[in-house]
């Protein structure tokens, strides 16, 4: 004789561990983007950080070389007295 009972207990289990698994898939999904998100905002923090370190090596040249300009178009009175 056939086991009935168990041929229709088996569709149910397989339909539950079918459920099971996509619930389980949607969570991870789920977990991924939001690490994503998390390691997209710590790149472009770190953009920013880059530009920002860039220009102030770019205003602080500028201000380096016009200092430098300026001590060269008046250069300080030598001490040397000539006799």
């Not at 090596?57 to 000539?82: H, K, T």
Request: hydrophobic share 40%; glycine share 6%.
């Amino acid at each position: 004789m056939t086991d009935r009972p168990e041929t229709s207990a088996a569709p149910n289990e397989t339909e539950q561990l079918t459920r099971l698994l996509e619930l389980e898939l949607i969570q991870k999904r789920a977990t991924w983007k939001q690490a994503g998100e998390r390691y997209r905002s710590f790149r472009a923090a770190g953009f920013i950080f880059l530009f920002l370190l860039v220009i102030a090596g770019l205003v602080g040249g500028y201000f380096a070389f016009m200092r430098v300009n300026e001590q060269r178009a008046n250069p300080p009175p030598s001490s040397n007295i000539d006799r």
